[in-house]
């Protein structure tokens, strides 16, 4: 019986290595581009992700002007300067981060249907 080597089980947690990678929002250097559905067909695009050595005033500033739209920049205790957009500008946004210099490509998600 002294021959045998017992082994006992310890606790496996299968999702430390995904909870060590991803911890909080806005983790891995992405821009994330959502949309949300307001009432009827209107809509509200929001950008999270940014850097904070940017200007996120100067960025709402230049992607209103360039869409035509309303925008502001909110505060959230979570997800940190959240830029908000009137309608579905989420093709337009991320071609515009990317002329701009500001995000390279392949760190862009968008979400949304």
Request: with cysteine.
């Amino acid at each position: 019986m002294s021959d045998l080597d017992i082994q006992v089980p310890t606790a496996f947690d299968p999702f430390a290595d995904a909870n060590a990678e991803n911890s909080g929002a806005g983790s891995k250097d992405y821009v994330h581009i959502r949309i949300q559905q307001r009432n009827g067909r209107k809509s509200l695009t929001t950008v999270q992700g940014l850097k904070k050595e940017f200007s996120y005033n100067k960025i709402l500033k230049d992607l209103k002007k360039e869409f035509c739209c309303n925008g502001t920049v909110v505060q959230d205790p979570e997800l940190g300067q959240v830029i908000q957009l009137q309608g579905d500008q989420r093709k337009n946004v991320s071609t515009f981060l990317v002329q701009a210099g500001i995000v390279k490509k392949e760190h862009i998600k968008i979400h949304g249907f």
